[in-house]
């Protein structure tokens, strides 16, 4: 994909694929094609039709490196590799011929194309990191048993302690992190679906890396920077992780979009869980008195001010619920298989239409719903799940 001229901004690409008769005749340049020079083929981004839109006008092809026009330029090398032997090349497609069956998938959906191997490959990122990090923390831990100073050895040390700590805490979040995205694309076999969790496990792969390294290295003291050990080597592939299958801000980007698309701005330019906006219902025998702390969305149900569900009823501002006070919601659309898929060990009970419970609601009426002690209840807000309640125990149940 990516050219000298274009890499996020594929706007800049100028590659094209023209087709003459029975081929496809091939002419631009190309840059960090990883490994080409090892490579029987390359699978090549080129514009097949100029006038439309980059991400309609461009398709994939497999062009073999001896095809006649394919030169490699440059091999460029990376921090770590030799300067002469290096892995990323720099290639001129000059009237490359190849057959019409060269097309790879359809002609114009070459970003589909792409986000096949794109997808996977960013988690594969993820998880080689994983590795990478742990084994960066299985050294630094036996460094720190090892290793004394001052009689004492280095574990013994708060200061390494909480390197210690801090990167298993750091790591395990993030194993658990890329575990639930992988198994997301497993249950949904559609990256496309997955593309926020897809993009944040990506941009915390090279601080995670970073971090965990660096902090072995700094454990290991002069040894750690040396060539010595795998830690240096470690160390500037977290900048690689950075930009390799899009950089980090682009990913920053597209996780922001999706939980922002779920919001509006308040109308009154007073946030609305702001004291002013928020009025609160009179309280009567009925309803206890409400919990002290920050109130939860689902609490929010009467907070003014109260959009016309017309205008945008699928936008939500911080302080309002979908419902207008009391109104009840639209019946579901959700069917209980689907949320079969999602618990598939026991479907959850849904409780179609009506006003939407608050939490303390829920709590005390749980049992009025027909529900047992292990349920999981999903509430479900314009078909989109607001809470997700494994109530392992009747006990746990009733605290709510
Ligand atoms: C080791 C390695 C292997 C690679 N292998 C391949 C490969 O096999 N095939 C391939 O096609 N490509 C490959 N790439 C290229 C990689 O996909 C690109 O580096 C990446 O897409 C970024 O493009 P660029 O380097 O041209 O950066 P640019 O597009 O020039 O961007 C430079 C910087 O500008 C900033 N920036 C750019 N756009 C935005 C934006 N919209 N918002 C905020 N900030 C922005 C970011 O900080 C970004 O890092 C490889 C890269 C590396 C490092």
């Known amino acids: 994909m990516t050219e000298p001229q274009g890499g996020v901004d594929v706007s800049g690409f100028g590659t094209t694929a023209v087709r003459d008769g029975d081929e496809w005749v091939v002419n631009g340049w190309k840059f960090f094609s990883s490994n080409a020079r090892y490579a029987g083929f390359c699978i090549v981004m080129a514009y097949t039709d100029k006038a439309a839109w980059p991400h309609k006008g461009m398709s994939m092809f497999l062009v073999p490196t001896d095809t006649p026009g394919l030169t490699i330029e440059r091999d460029l090398a990376l921090i770590h590799e030799p300067a002469d032997e290096g892995s990323e090349a720099y290639i001129h497609y000059d009237d490359v011929r190849v057959p019409a069956t060269a097309l790879l998938g359809e002609e114009g959906r070459a970003f589909e194309v792409a986000q096949v191997r794109l997808g996977g490959g960013r988690v594969h990122h993820a998880m080689r990191t994983v590795g990478l990090a742990q084994r960066a923390l299985d050294m630094m831990c036996e460094r720190a048993l090892s290793r004394t100073a001052r009689g004492t050895a280095l574990a013994e040390r708060e200061t390494v302690q909480s390197y210690i700590a801090e990167s298993y805490a750091q790591l395990t979040q993030f194993r658990l992190f890329v575990l639930r995205t992988a198994w997301l694309i497993d249950e949904t076999q559609d990256h496309a679906r997955c593309r926020k969790d897809i993009s944040a496990v990506k941009f915390l792969t090279p601080k995670v890396l970073h971090d965990i390294v660096q902090r072995a290295i700094q454990v290991h003291g002069a ?103 009391g109104e009840p919601l639209p019946p579901l659309r959700l069917t209980p298989d689907h949320w079969a898929g999602l618990t598939p060990d026991r479907p959850a009970v849904i409780v179609p239409g009506g006003p939407v419970p608050t939490y303390g609601q829920l709590a005390r009426s749980w049992h009025s719903l027909g529900l047992a002690g292990g349920d999981r209840v999903a509430i479900v807000m314009e078909n989109r799940v607001e809470y997700l309640i494994a109530a392992g125990t009747s006990t746990r149940t009733r605290s709510g």
């Open 223 to 325: 040894l750690g920077v040396t060539q010595d050990t795998p830690l240096a080597r470690m160390w500037v592939t977290a900048p690689v992780m950075g930009l390799v299958d899009g950089p980090t801000e682009v990913h920053l980007r597209q996780v922001a979009r999706q939980p922002l698309k779920e919001y509006e701005p308040s109308d009154s330019g007073w946030p609305t869980t702001s004291r002013r906006a928020l009025k609160r219902p009179a309280r009567s025998s009925a309803s206890p008195e409400p919990e002290p702390g920050p109130v939860p969305r689902s609490k929010r149900v009467q907070s003014p001010p109260v959009r016309d569900p017309t205008v945008n009823p699928s936008k939500k501002t911080a302080g309002t619920s979908d419902t207008a006070a």
